[in-house]
């Protein structure tokens, strides 16, 4: 299965709604995770099984969908949120990742 | 604190087996799924296996004819090898450990990362 994230690049301003998609090649399970990623670091997982937060993350990041279509939203931008984020997609044979969707500053 | 470092040489020969070890503190690796992710310049995360003591074993597509990751539980490591590297192989590695909902079931995703080893192959 193919993951493909829109847009690749999104320019916002602190304080805005965020949505960010992710498209499977085909429909699939709620099996999807979301990380946050900034240069020179690790990587963060956010959230998986679509919706489920990890432990830690703040309430304002949120994930939603089905079928083939998956969405990552955060409800009021902060500066700390500038990032990339990436999509991943898990079965019991495969793990994909989504190409990135980076966040920048307006 | 679970923490995870990799090591490794940081230039590879075209041709030659690249080889990376990740050493894990504060964490036995004869528990969870271990992992490597690698990030080429300019370029998105790339999956490239996952392993665990079970024996339970999952390739990317893409790596499956040339990755081999192993666990070595006396020195608390895994490694990655990566045979006949092309300069398309240059990239950051990470080791990653995985996690589950419960022990049985499938590893989503990669909770505690080390900070990533460049590798560079070039002549």
């Known amino acids: 299965i193919q993951m493909t994230q829109s847009p690749s690049t999104l320019s916002a301003s602190v304080g805005d709604r965020v949505t960010i998609t992710c498209r499977a090649s085909?429909?699939?399970?709620?099996?999807l995770a979301w990380y946050q990623h900034k240069p020179g670091k690790a990587p963060r997982l956010l959230i998986y099984?679509?919706?489920t937060l990890e432990s830690g993350v703040p309430s304002r990041f949120s994930g939603s969908g089905s079928g083939t279509e998956f969405t990552l939203t955060i409800s009021r931008l902060q500066p700390d949120d500038f990032a990339t984020y990436y999509c991943?997609?898990?079965?019991?044979?495969?793990?994909?990742f989504g190409g990135g969707t980076k966040v920048e500053m307006k | 604190q679970v923490t995870l470092e990799e090591s490794g040489p940081g230039l590879v020969k075209p041709s030659e087996t690249l080889s990376l070890t990740c050493t894990v503190s504060?964490?036995?690796?004869?528990?969870?799924?271990w992992s490597w992710v690698r990030q080429s310049p300019g370029k998105g995360l790339e999956f490239i296996a996952y392993?665990?003591?079970?024996?339970?074993?999952v390739y990317s597509f893409s790596f499956m004819s040339r990755a081999t990751i192993a666990l070595d539980t006396s020195k608390n490591q895994f490694s990655l090898k990566l045979r006949s590297v092309g300069a398309a192989d240059t990239a950051i590695y990470f080791c990653?450990?995985?996690?589950?909902?419960?022990?049985?079931?499938?590893?989503?995703?990669?909770?505690?990362w080390g900070q990533g080893t460049m590798v560079t192959v070039s002549s």
């Open positions: 990653a450990k995985m996690k589950q909902t419960t022990s049985w079931s499938t590893p989503y995703g990669m909770d505690v």
């Open positions: 504060d964490a036995s690796v004869s528990h969870f799924y």
């Open positions: 392993t665990s003591q079970s024996g339970r074993t």
């Open positions: 085909e429909t699939t399970t709620n099996w």
């Open positions: 099984e679509t919706s």
């Open positions: 991943q997609h898990y079965t019991t044979y495969s793990l994909t």
